[in-house]
């Protein structure tokens, strides 16, 4: 654990300096040719891709260094790491435009499937789109049994998660702070890990919230799922920001709609509007995500 640490100390520091914009690709190409997965061996494979540059890995060095020490003080023996390259990460990250380069996470990573949905939606929802999940969306898990990508957050977010945990399917909730820190608070509770939640984060351990952190975190939750899910999102809102996330990373947008004098729907009838494809029910659901899972689980695209 203690080499680990010191890998995610190094990429943690690597991704808060400027050098990120300068030897990203170099990063991550050299994070898919490692084996052992240890800071020094990183090290060395960086300075043969950048040789004429090795200061900069110095000068990362006592930074990462501080930050390995910092988050052993929170590190605990349920919290693990996986990083970019290691057979482990989940591909759909792997191939987004801004992949991360290392994860931390309380769970069993092994017990999600390529198969996903990201589920987001308001924090006040209306009681139609509560009804709509408790009906349609759980026939729909319970049918094809995805993992639903989500946020954590309360109202659509947390609806999702409870859901599949009321059909024992893995569920995963993307942080917008650390493992240690975790938002809403009440993910901290005990109770929680007796349940087939995978809880995620690229942030450090020791992160709080922030709003910063919520676009970051959306990214994610936008690139892990086949597709992204929208079930009510107002016209300023995280959920739309992260419906701009799927649709940049080439990603299906299905969109429950709602009557426009509603101002909690605007948003996502504005996603009508342009590229989102609006669903209905259960079998609209099942199949569309029949179809993207078909396309997805093809050789060609290394999904299987």
């Known amino acids: ?100 380069l290392a994860l931390s996470y309380q769970g069993d990573l092994s017990s999600i499937s390529h198969f996903t949905i990201s589920v987001v939606g308001s924090r006040e929802p209306h009681e139609f789109s509560s009804e709509w999940m408790q009906t349609e969306l759980y026939t729909f898990l319970k049918q094809q049994r995805p993992c639903v990508i989500s946020g954590g957050a309360r109202g659509v977010d947390h609806k999702a998660h409870l859901i599949s945990m009321v059909l024992e399917i893995p569920t995963v909730v993307v942080l917008p702070s650390g493992l240690a820190q975790k938002y809403p608070a009440h993910w901290n509770e005990q109770k929680w890990k007796e349940k087939s939640i995978l809880f995620v984060s690229e942030m450090l351990l020791s992160e709080r919230i922030s709003k910063r952190n919520f676009s970051s975190r959306n990214r994610l939750i936008a690139a892990w799922g086949l597709v992204t899910l929208i079930v ?73």
């Open 1 to 100: 654990m203690e080499q680990q640490l010191k890998l995610w100390g190094f990429l943690q520091a690597f991704q808060a300096s400027p050098y990120k914009y300068l030897y990203m690709n170099q990063m991550i190409e050299s994070l898919e040719q490692i084996q052992e997965f240890n800071r020094d061996e990183l090290i060395e494979k960086l300075k043969s891709q950048i040789s004429s540059h090795p200061f900069w890995l110095e000068n990362l060095i006592p930074l990462s260094d501080q930050i390995a020490a910092s988050e052993a003080i929170h590190m605990r023996d349920e919290f693990k790491f996986v990083f970019y390259g290691q057979r482990e990460f989940p591909l759909s990250l792997r191939k987004m435009s801004d992949p991360p």
């Open 232 to 304: 009510e999102a107002h016209m300023k809102s995280g959920t739309l920001i992260t419906a701009h996330h799927a649709l940049g990373e080439g990603r299906p947008v299905w969109i429950v709609p709602g009557h426009p004098m509603l101002p909690s729907f605007a948003g996502s009838l504005e996603l009508t509007f342009y590229q989102g494809q609006i669903v209905r029910n259960a079998s609209d659901l099942s199949t569309l995500f029949h179809s993207e899972s078909s396309h997805y689980a093809s050789p060609l695209l290394g999904l299987v």
